[in-house]
């Protein structure tokens, strides 16, 4: 088994394995790597285990991410739920492993964040406090309505009854949902995306991202951002504009893109990760969707504790709580610089 670093030349082999392999996932594609590296000028090392016949038996996306205030650490992959080691069997499994911990001490990382979907390694540590919610979607959007109890019915329908109309486009709606998102963002105390990346995502992924925002009128006031990969339809980013929840307009925005996903033929839908028993995970479960379980391993340079830079670490507090003060459109401007360093 020869470990080997991607090059452009070997583009169609790595996408060809993608393709093949059963436990591939969207972020597992080669665009992303562009994307990434265009949006937040990180630097990716995509490794790839190959056979004596040049057969590729498995794949390790990582990103490296460097800054002052947060360390060098590497992910697979940063900003998304997924990433991690895909491979046919353990021998491709372990040395892409082993490939990523020489590169890691190389590079001087402290850590590596490996998001799988299935348990990784034994011997290293892992977290496992996320689930990915997930619908399994029937054959047509009528029937998923009809399994729906009285009240989610008519939760659906009341932003309909109060003038609410959804929309589902491309590049176009990009505006509307950036507006969404980073007011959002600014109350949740969490630094925002530049409007470049969402972007860069609709160029690299033309035929399976998309839009759908929900107007009150002309005024955009829920928004999700739509990946679609083989069965699978996500929706990585949704939020809403807290000063029209009264009308529910994320009932009528996760009603649109469930229709949206039924309509397409796609066989599951994805909510994103949760925390089990936390709003968002409540939110998610009442449409019927089922967590399954997320597995982050750590390889830690130095050994001792887990890294933890999520909004729940104390130290983290205070800036949140200032951050939340801020106009929206400071966020926007110094947001980007902050949160490309967060994974």
């Known amino acids: 088994m020869g470990i080997c670093l991607?090059?452009?030349?070997?583009?169609?082999?790595?996408?060809?394995?993608?393709?093949?392999?059963?436990?591939?996932?969207?972020?597992?594609?080669?665009?992303?790597?562009?994307?990434?590296?265009?949006?937040?000028?990180?630097?990716?090392?995509?490794?790839?285990?190959?056979?004596?016949?040049?057969?590729?038996?498995?794949?390790?996306?990582?990103i490296h991410l460097k800054s002052f205030f947060f360390g060098s650490f590497m992910v697979s992959l940063p900003y998304f739920n997924y990433g991690g080691i895909c491979a046919e069997d353990n021998a491709a499994r372990f040395e892409l492993l082993d490939a990523a911990v020489v590169g890691a001490k190389r590079a001087g990382a402290e850590h590596i964040e490996f998001r799988q979907q299935t348990q990784l390694c034994a011997d290293l540590p892992v977290k496992t406090a996320k689930v990915s919610m997930r619908l399994d979607l029937p054959a047509s959007a009528d029937a998923l309505f009809q399994s729906f109890d009285a009240k989610l019915r008519s939760q659906v329908r009341r932003p309909t009854k109060e003038g609410m109309e959804a929309r589902i486009g491309g590049i176009e709606e990009l505006d509307s949902f950036y507006g969404v998102f980073s007011e959002n963002m600014r109350d949740l105390g969490t630094p925002v995306y530049a409007k470049s990346f969402f972007n860069n995502i609709l160029l690299a992924f033309p035929g399976t991202s998309w839009i759908c925002t929900v107007y009150k009128g002309s005024v955009p006031v829920a928004s999700g951002f739509l990946v679609g990969f083989r069965e699978m339809l996500e929706i990585p980013w949704a939020s809403s504009l807290s000063g029209y929840k009264r009308f529910s307009?994320?009932?009528?925005?996760?009603?649109?893109?469930?229709?949206?996903?039924?309509?397409?033929?796609?066989?599951?839908?994805?909510?994103?990760?949760?925390?089990?028993?936390?709003?968002?995970?409540?939110?998610?479960?009442?449409?019927?969707?089922?967590?399954?379980?997320?597995?982050?391993?750590?390889?830690?340079?130095k050994g001792g504790t887990l890294p933890e830079l999520s909004p729940k670490n104390p130290k983290y507090r205070l800036a949140i709580a200032m951050w939340k003060k801020l106009p929206v459109s400071v966020t926007k401007i110094v947001g980007p610089s902050v949160v490309r360093n967060l994974p």
């Open 6 to 62: 991607y090059q452009a030349k070997d583009q169609s082999r790595w996408d060809d394995f993608v393709k093949r392999s059963p436990d591939a996932t969207l972020y597992h594609q080669i665009g992303w790597k562009d994307v990434v590296e265009r949006s937040f000028g990180h630097k990716g090392y995509y490794w790839f285990a190959e056979d004596s016949a040049g057969n590729i038996k498995g794949i390790l996306p990582v």
């Open 249 to 301: 307009p994320n009932m009528l925005l996760y009603w649109t893109v469930l229709k949206f996903a039924c309509d397409r033929s796609f066989k599951t839908f994805d909510f994103g990760r949760s925390t089990p028993d936390e709003g968002t995970y409540r939110f998610k479960e009442q449409w019927g969707a089922k967590p399954v379980p997320l597995y982050w391993h750590y390889w830690i340079s």
